[in-house]
């Protein structure tokens, strides 16, 4: 049946409340507006972001929403004035857009003209990030699709949409990692993992796996650390056990939990007069970070890094590239894949640490 033009009714699953489960819902679809796309989606990740705004923690959290932020799929239909893309493209939706004329950004859970085109019983959904992948179909700004390699498996790439991304390019963008450098990365998930692969893609020399579960050790290992630690096998603070290991500090330090205690304790590991950290997690609501000035004037650098310092619509397709020609590990980060009707089930994964990268398949 032809659907371009007509209003989907399609399966979502919708988050009507802060701290509630999600409710697998048939919703309605509205056809694209001018500059935006329609997609079917073909796969999602679940990363903690979705997690972190469905549990309420989330100041910008809006209410009812359809989550889910890096996915993937195919170009259904596109609204009027859309060159770039047609109908059968493969596509991965962004949530931070690039179109090189303004500086719109996704709060606010709306489309770039202020309406928002799902609804279900009635009820207008706000949207998320942008995206909204936990949906089988969704609508999305022009400006935030990146066409992908036709060829690439939309499974593994939904990735790129934001955990891998945003870990690599923390190293080799950010951080700027050197050649010969001493590295650390704080927590072990897919962020940290993705951070590893960056650091030894930039030719780090060590490469040190901080993590309270030693479950992860060996996987961090297969990704390029070069020595791992466990907090809890030391009686001093993991920052001066660091230091200890490496004669005075490491050179880069990366955040990859989202604790404020943990960016303070990656910062007071890097080396003096040189060493820079980078903040990837995201904190819980109003939590605030702390360390002693000293710290910062004795030439410490502090950074945070959004989307890993890659311009989205230009940069996921090298990506795609870079996975198709085996330079980039993304079929490893996958541990689970599951139905779409099983979405509950992956966020326990996740919660219980049982997983790298849940993907659901529609």
């Given amino acids: 049946m032809e659907t371009a033009g007509r209003v989907i009714r399609c399966r979502a699953a919708v988050a009507w409340k802060a701290g509630e489960p999600l409710v697998m819902e048939e919703v309605e679809l509205a056809p694209p507006k001018g500059g935006e796309v329609r997609l079917k989606v073909v796969a999602t990740g679940i990363c903690h972001t979705d997690s972190y705004t469905l549990s309420g923690s989330d100041p910008e959290g809006v209410f009812p929403v359809v989550l889910g932020h890096e996915g993937a799929g195919i170009v259904e239909s596109v609204g009027?004035?859309?060159?770039?893309?047609?109908?059968?493209?493969?596509?991965?939706?962004?949530?931070?857009?690039?179109?090189?004329?303004?500086?719109?950004?996704?709060?606010?859970g709306l489309m770039p003209d202020g309406t928002t085109r799902f609804s279900c019983k009635g009820k207008s959904l706000f949207q998320f990030m942008g995206c909204s992948t936990f949906s089988e179909y969704t609508v999305v700004a022009e400006i935030s699709l990146a066409k992908v390699d036709h060829r690439a498996p939309l499974d593994k790439v939904c990735l790129l949409g934001c955990g891998i991304t945003t870990g690599y390019g923390a190293a080799v963008n950010t951080a700027k990692v050197e050649a010969g450098s001493t590295c650390a990365v704080f927590g072990l998930g897919a962020?940290?993992?993705?951070?590893?692969?960056?650091?030894?893609?930039?030719?780090?020399?060590?490469?040190?796996?901080v993590d309270l579960n030693p479950d992860k050790f060996q996987t961090a290992r297969e990704f390029g650390a070069t020595d791992v630690v466990n907090?809890?096998?030391?009686?001093?603070?993991?920052?001066e056990v660091l230091v200890e290991m490496t004669d005075g500090g490491v050179d880069y330090s990366f955040e990859c939990v989202g604790n404020v205690a943990i960016m303070r304790a990656a910062l007071e590991a890097c080396h003096k007069g040189w060493g820079?950290?980078?903040?990837?997690?995201?904190?819980?609501?109003?939590?605030?970070?702390?360390?002693?000035?000293?710290?910062?004037v004795t030439g410490r650098t502090w950074k945070g890094t959004a989307f890993g310092g890659y311009k989205s619509v230009?940069?996921?397709p090298k990506l795609v590239e870079e996975y198709m020609n085996k330079k980039l590990k993304v079929d490893e980060f996958v541990t689970h894949t599951l139905p779409f009707e099983n979405i509950?089930?992956?966020f326990d994964l996740m919660h219980a640490g049982k997983c790298i990268r849940v993907v659901l398949q529609f």
Avoid: W
């Avoid at 820079?276 to 910062?296: W, Y």
């Fill in 80 to 108: 009027e004035g859309v060159t770039k893309f047609q109908p059968g493209d493969k596509v991965i939706p962004l949530y931070i857009p690039q179109c090189g004329e303004c500086n719109h950004s996704h709060g606010r």
């Fill in 191 to 209: 962020l940290g993992l993705a951070a590893i692969m960056g650091c030894k893609a930039a030719g780090a020399a060590r490469i040190i796996g």
């Fill in 231 to 239: 907090p809890k096998d030391h009686s001093k603070p993991i920052q």
């Fill in 276 to 296: 820079t950290s980078i903040i990837i997690g995201v904190a819980a609501a109003g939590q605030e970070i702390s360390t002693r000035p000293f710290q910062l």
């Fill in 314 to 316: 230009e940069s996921v």
């Fill in 344 to 346: 509950t089930d992956g």
